[in-house]
């Protein structure tokens, strides 16, 4: 006949698992009491020491730009070991120099910085915490590293106005000794080419009589051009008066009565004169001397024989002729115009030649004159920045003075350096507490690891659930006597060694806390040297 087995729940199979396997669970859990006993018996206690300070916006420096700063600043590794050693910390004097950074990286991560931005007035408080079981030490080193911070802060930003301050200062004296010297070249550029000192270059809407070589060139241009215009109508004006003369008659004709006049004698003694002269060249070679003259005598001779000819011999009408009257005043404008023409020809001739003079002078100083503009205009440039660098030095001097004031401190302290008078840190009763539910943790976890980690059926309940085939008996395990007394030595020995071992750590802790003399020099040590760990 077939056995019903009767299932069980999966809390009540846990509740027996538990049962059956409670020393597993306590053991372990008394032993990690034990240790958290210990550990927040032996675990050094820390004072926290804590103090606050406020950034106001006044003077240099800025609240949120310092504030955000303030835990890397005070934080900072070398501010840490500048302090500690200002301070002269005995621990950190007696160690070498590798575990003295491990002190200083101790210190730095028990220092605590937490900003907190005021929204209504712009201010940021600045909380400041350090743990350390000296309370002394954990207020003198609080102390001193916000005073640093705080003076490291000033001085820095006293340092950087005053910086400024000096560069802005060289560099105006370096302004002025470079406007110094382009001024003393501008004068002996101007000295050397003979040039006013208030004299404007050339050819610009400024320029003045101050520039005589420029004013002559151009009066002398102006005389030229007038002088070429005036020729042009001279010329014309001559032309047309010359076209008029020629076209105009040299005489005017005008008829005369003539009485007769009788001639006959003087013409025959003509005639026999010229018919010796005749006769007398007839008889003389040509390439004679007197040849010339007798021709001559002839020439003579015939001459006034054709004049007497014309003479009127009777009364007749005749004509005679007179100087046109237009002539002369023609004649004398002409000659007029052409003495004004030959006036300016040579006023052209000079002027050309003054101008090209004056060209040649005025091409020379060119480079001069760019080289004045240029450095006038440096001037110009160096007096502006010289003006505005001397404003901005006068502003940094006046910023000096307000830093280094009473008024441009920004740090207001609103609490001092103060730790309570028992140690806060770490907590006992957290410690104890979280000791127990570690312990009671790792109990259960061995428990059920124990039961479950074996493959194998554990009650009739898994074979049921398993099996087609119903369950018809169950047998339980067949334990001899032998296997009994091994079984019950072992938990023996293993409650016995740990209900030692939870004893000694008991006794050690409670020993400690009470007298420690009771304690060997070696387990002293031992645990001092634990302490050290969680300093």
Partial sequence: MSVQIEQQGQLQEFLGILVRRKWQVLLPAFLVIALGIAA???????????????????????????????????????????????????????????????????????????????????????????????????????????????????????KKVEAEQQTLLEERNKQEKELHREEELLADLRSKNNLSATQPVPGSDATRNEDPDYTRLKLNESLRDKAVGDLATIVIKIKALRTRYDELPPKLTQANVVPGVSNEAALIQVERDILAAQQELAGIKSTHSKFKIAQEKLRGLTDQRDQLSRLVTKGELQETYRENPELAPLRKEIDALELEQTTL?????????????????????????????????????????????????????????????????????????????????????????????????????LAVVGEFSKSCFRSVGDISRVMVVPVLGTINTIVTRRQRRLSATKRIAVAVSSLVFIGTILFITWAWATNAQLLSAEVRDTIEHLRSKFR
């Fill in 40 to 158: 927040a018996v032996l675990v050094p206690k820390k004072f926290v020491a804590r103090t606050q300070v406020e950034l106001r916006p006044v003077g240099v420096s800025i609240s949120n730009k310092e504030g955000g700063n303030a835990p890397f600043q005070i934080r900072s590794k070398n501010r840490i070991k500048k302090v500690v050693q200002e301070q002269q910390h005995r621990e950190y004097l007696v160690l070498p120099p590798d575990q003295q950074s491990e002190l200083i990286d101790d210190v730095q991560a028990a220092v605590k910085v937490t900003p907190a931005t005021s929204g209504t007035q712009g201010a940021t408080f600045v909380n400041i915490e350090y743990a350390d079981v000296e309370q002394d030490w954990a207020l003198k080193l609080l102390r001193a590293l916000r005073t640093d911070w705080i003076e490291d802060v000033l001085n820095r930003d006293i």
């Fill in 345 to 445: 020809v040579a006023m052209l001739v000079r002027l050309k030649t003054d101008i090209t003079n004056d060209q040649t002078r005025v091409d020379e100083l060119q480079p001069v004159y760019r080289e004045v503009r240029e450095h006038m205009a440096k001037i110009d440039r160096l007096q502006a920045a010289l003006t505005v660098t001397e404003g901005d030095y006068q502003k940094k001097v006046r910023q000096v003075l307000d830093i280094t004031g009473p008024l441009a401190n920004p740090f207001e302290i609103t609490e001092e350096v103060h730790t309570t008078l028992k140690p806060t840190e770490p907590n006992p009763l957290l410690i104890l507490s979280f000791a127990v539910v570690a312990g009671l943790a790792l109990g259960l976890t």
